[in-house]
T-cell receptor, first 116, second 106 residues
Framework: KAGVTQTPRYLIKTRGQQVTLSCSPI?????VSWYQQTPGQGLQFLFE???????NKGNFPGRFSGRQFSNSRSEMNVSTLELGDSALYLC???????????????FGPGTRLTVT | KNEVEQSPQNLTAQEGEFITINCSYS?????LHWLQQHPGGGIVSLFM???GKKKHGRLIATINIQEKHSSLHITASHPRDSAVYIC????????FGKGTRLHILP
């Protein structure tokens, strides 16, 4: 099976712009979670989608949003980019929702976003 | 105080040494994960634990639910084990530790 893929792998944007990142889960996986990783804060949970519905959301401002399509692919969007949004954005997939479950997550390689 | 604390933050050891990385947490959890992240960013899930002990090759993970503590051990460490090891706890959300940067010298 192909692993989790994320596109693009690298991205440079300017403050104030918006960005859309894409994640394709492992075939058959219906849950996709998104994470932000920065040197200062480490890994932080953004949101989780299952069957096109957002199940959980982390403590991020409304500029961060996401969605999931019927084929389980997911996108996240960050509007009005700030310098502090520079980070590695990781997505992970699992067969079922991960909250309280015994399902492992499989991580993609990440998208490195630089905001200038 | 962070809800998930890892120690040490950094660890340098010689090849062959026995390595222990610790994780303490303060919240109720349904599972605890140990993750490995190599330079370049890719993350691999090593273990998912809810009780007891798991072993995979040279890696061993233990968890003590009553003490809210987990350890990751690496036996016969090798330079390819050099990576950042991250502890994460899960209930309805997932909370990550800051990671332990491990460097194994040949």
């Amino acid at each position: 099976k192909a692993g989790v893929t994320q596109t693009p792998r690298y991205l440079i944007k300017t403050r104030g712009q918006q960005v859309t990142l894409s994640c394709s889960p492992i075939s058959g996986h219906r849950s996709v979670s998104w994470y932000q990783q920065t040197p200062g804060q480490g890994l932080q949970f953004l949101f989780e989608y299952f069957s096109e519905t957002q199940r959980n959301k982390g403590n991020f401002p409304g500029r961060f949003s996401g969605r999931q399509f019927s084929n389980s692919r997911s996108e996240m969007n960050v509007s009005t980019l700030e310098l502090g949004d520079s980070a590695l954005y990781l997505c992970a997939s699992s067969p079922r929702p991960t909250s309280g479950s015994g399902y492992e997550q499989y991580f993609g390689p990440g998208t490195r976003l630089t905001v200038t | 105080k962070n809800e998930v604390e890892q120690s040490p933050q950094n660890l340098t050891a010689q090849e062959g040494e026995f390595i222990t990385i610790n994780c303490s947490y303060s919240v109720g959890i349904s599972a605890l994960h140990w993750l490995q992240q190599h330079p370049g960013g890719g993350i691999v899930s090593l273990f998912m634990l809810s009780s007891g002990k798991k072993k995979h090759g040279r890696l061993i993970a233990t968890i003590n639910i009553q003490e809210k503590h987990s350890s990751l051990h690496i036996t016969a460490s090798h330079p390819r084990d050099s990576a950042v090891y991250i502890c994460a706890v899960r209930d309805d959300k997932i909370i990550f530790g800051k990671g332990t940067r491990l460097h194994i010298l040949p």
